[in-house]
């Protein structure tokens, strides 16, 4: 057979047609510089299929043996940087079977029995995305680990809890630390929720009408690590749905990763202080010398942008198509290898900024201003029989009063409390205690230093146990 050639009747498919593709055509149709990196998926499942027809009886031991050998022999050949593309290879599959054909002749040509490139390509993506999940999963959870042995180191570490960006109430790094470890653990709770509709073999779909073979699709399934397989064979070939959702998967935690450092910016600003990241996970100015960049953090800001658009890219490329397989889904896969990518480097340069930064807590400490107090205020007067919309007002009302005087809520005077209050007394001098607030909400979940301890716990309980 001719392999390095651009005749149309030289490829797979050429029996139907003659003469030559438009060679703009061909480069808009060929998939190769971007499926190859699919080759061992591709030739493990043809491994797997071999044996599969041989089972069915399609081909004998010995032509099953020679399929296997010179399978093999191509995945030495990649995995030695070797495999020579040709000019005629438009695809992955296409590549490993012209060069099976080199190698073993004939008998190359019965491995296709009964498969066509839709329930191949469908597979091969699959499996390539089953191995990916494993990597994504480690990389999650080193970021977790690092998130949880900045908690550990401070558990009592105050600092303030803000919303709308505003200063509300006392709270610690600990536990701010570990709000993100929870938001990661929901995407790798979405991550294994996504692996078990991916581990679904469509291989024995065929083309689109199912495989007329009687291959045991149960046994092949079972033979490449997949869970289930594919009750039509329609759907088989043409669900994407698996990409889309490891896509958002991605985008998702792109999302949550892009908020904490949003939050690690703010904090590493000389207004704030709260944090300083390591030289090593940060950049310099050519102009201003005195510049320390937080670059690992604004890029991990920033990437959420290519990774929710590959979720949309994919989502707009399925919506539409017909029943069943389309060209269209070949667009798949750059959105899919590009966020596989971002996140295989994102994740690690996120755990390191994390494990590496250093929390200053004497900042952190003087950014607590007595007011963020008055909740506390209001919940003194709750625990003496106050309605908490009274005491709400009260406390409300007591730091306009502070405002009033120039002075802070806890340097008001006795009589300054009782023109607001008669509840207010002698103690509520001991309100003014930022442990204490923090302390005080011990429920599960909340800041105290129980609390956050439990929360460390449960995490290092998932963290080597899975969820
Ligand atoms: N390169 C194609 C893809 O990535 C393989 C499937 C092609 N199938 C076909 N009937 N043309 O989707």
Same mark, same amino acid.
Request: aromatic content about 8%.
């Given at each position: 057979?001719?392999? +390095?050639?651009?005749?149309?009747?030289?490829?797979?498919? !050429?029996?139907?047609?003659?003469?030559?593709?438009?060679?703009?055509?061909?480069?808009?149709?060929?998939?190769?510089?971007?499926?190859?990196?699919?080759?061992?998926?591709?030739?493990?499942?043809?491994?797997?299929?071999?044996?599969?027809?041989?089972?069915?009886?399609?081909?004998?031991?010995?032509?099953?043996?020679?399929?296997?050998?010179?399978?093999?022999?191509? *995945?030495?050949?990649? =995995?030695?940087? $070797?495999?020579?593309?040709? /000019?005629? %290879?438009?695809?992955?599959?296409?590549?490993?079977?012209?060069?099976?054909?080199?190698?073993?002749?004939?008998?190359?040509?019965?491995?296709?029995?009964?498969?066509?490139?839709?329930?191949?390509?469908? &597979? /091969?993506?699959?499996?390539?995305?089953?191995?990916?999940?494993?990597?994504?999963? &480690?990389?999650?959870?080193?970021?977790? +680990?690092?998130?949880?042995?900045?908690?550990?180191? *401070?558990?009592?570490?105050?600092?303030?809890?803000? @919303?709308?960006?505003?200063?509300?109430?006392?709270?610690?790094?600990? *536990?701010?630390?570990?709000?993100?470890?929870?938001?990661?653990?929901?995407?790798?709770?979405?991550?294994?929720?996504?692996?078990?509709?991916?581990?679904?073999?469509?291989?024995?779909?065929?083309?689109?009408?199912?495989?007329?073979?009687?291959?045991?699709?149960?046994?092949?399934?079972? %033979?490449?690590?997949?869970?289930?397989?594919?009750?039509?064979?329609?759907?088989?070939?043409?669900?994407?749905?698996?990409?889309?959702?490891?896509?958002?998967?991605?985008?998702?935690? !792109?999302?949550?990763?892009?908020?904490?450092?949003?939050?690690?910016?703010?904090?590493?600003?000389?207004?704030?202080?709260?944090?300083?990241? =390591?030289?090593?996970?940060? @950049? !310099?100015?050519?102009?201003?010398?005195?510049?320390?960049?937080?670059?690992?953090?604004?890029?991990?800001?920033?990437?959420?942008?290519?990774?929710?658009?590959?979720?949309?890219?994919?989502?707009?490329?399925?919506?539409?198509?017909?029943?069943?397989?389309?060209?269209?889904?070949?667009?798949?896969?750059?959105?899919?290898? /590009?966020?596989?990518?971002?996140?295989?480097?994102?994740?690690?340069?996120?755990?390191?900024?994390?494990?590496?930064?250093?929390?200053?807590?004497?900042?952190?400490?003087?950014?607590?201003?007595?007011?963020?107090?008055?909740?506390?205020?209001?919940?003194?007067?709750?625990?003496?029989?106050?309605?908490?919309?009274?005491?709400?007002?009260?406390?409300?009302?007591?730091? =306009?009063?502070?405002?009033?005087?120039?002075?802070?809520?806890?340097?008001?005077?006795?009589?300054?409390? $009782?023109?607001?209050?008669?509840?207010?007394? /002698?103690?509520?001098?001991?309100?003014?205690?930022?442990?204490?607030?923090?302390?005080?909400?011990?429920?599960?979940?909340?800041?105290?230093?129980?609390?956050?301890?439990?929360?460390?716990?449960?995490?290092?309980?998932?963290?080597?146990?899975?969820?």
């Amino acid at each position: 057979m001719t392999t +390095s050639t651009n005749s149309l009747t030289a490829s797979l498919w !050429g029996g139907r047609f003659s003469g030559e593709m438009d060679a703009l055509m061909k480069k808009f149709q060929d998939s190769i510089s971007f499926d190859i990196r699919m080759w061992s998926q591709d030739i493990r499942g043809s491994m797997a299929y071999a044996r599969a027809i041989n089972m069915a009886g399609i081909i004998n031991d010995d032509e099953a043996a020679t399929l296997q050998t010179g399978l093999q022999a191509i *995945h030495d050949e990649f =995995a030695a940087g $070797k495999f020579e593309v040709k /000019d005629g %290879d438009e695809d992955i599959h296409t590549a490993v079977e012209r060069r099976l054909k080199e190698l073993v002749g004939d008998v190359g040509g019965k491995l296709h029995t009964g498969r066509s490139r839709n329930d191949q390509v469908a &597979t /091969d993506t699959r499996f390539y995305c089953l191995e990916a999940i494993q990597v994504l999963k &480690t990389n999650i959870q080193s970021v977790q +680990s690092a998130l949880v042995a900045q908690a550990e180191q *401070h558990v009592s570490t105050l600092m303030p809890g803000y @919303t709308h960006l505003q200063r509300g109430q006392p709270s610690t790094f600990g *536990h701010w630390c570990m709000a993100y470890f929870w938001m990661l653990q929901r995407d790798m709770e979405r991550l294994a929720e996504c692996e078990a509709r991916v581990a679904v073999l469509p291989l024995g779909s065929g083309a689109l009408a199912g495989n007329p073979f009687a291959i045991n699709r149960a046994a092949l399934a079972n %033979d490449l690590g997949f869970r289930e397989i594919s009750q039509n064979s329609f759907d088989g070939v043409s669900d994407r749905d698996f990409v889309a959702e490891l896509l958002f998967v991605g985008a998702m935690l !792109g999302s949550h990763l892009s908020r904490l450092a949003e939050d690690l910016i703010i904090y590493a600003t000389s207004e704030f202080g709260f944090v300083t990241f =390591a030289d090593a996970y940060s @950049t !310099g100015s050519s102009l201003m010398p005195q510049k320390k960049n937080p670059d690992a953090m604004e890029l991990a800001r920033g990437k959420v942008g290519r990774l929710t658009g590959n979720l949309v890219t994919l989502l707009m490329v399925m919506k539409g198509t017909p029943m069943t397989f389309n060209k269209d889904y070949q667009e798949d896969k750059e959105a899919l290898f /590009d966020t596989l990518d971002t996140l295989e480097l994102l994740l690690p340069v996120c755990a390191g900024a994390i494990r590496t930064l250093r929390a200053n807590a004497d900042k952190m400490r003087a950014a607590l201003d007595p007011s963020i107090l008055s909740t506390d205020v209001a919940e003194y007067l709750v625990r003496k029989g106050v309605p908490f919309r009274d005491a709400h007002h009260a406390s409300g009302r007591a730091v =306009a009063l502070a405002e009033r005087n120039h002075t802070k809520i806890n340097a008001l005077t006795m009589a300054d409390w $009782k023109s607001i209050s008669p509840h207010f007394d /002698d103690d509520i001098a001991d309100v003014f205690n930022f442990e204490q607030s923090v302390n005080s909400r011990d429920v599960t979940g909340g800041t105290s230093a129980r609390s956050v301890r439990e929360q460390i716990e449960k995490a290092q309980w998932l963290l080597v146990n899975g969820s």
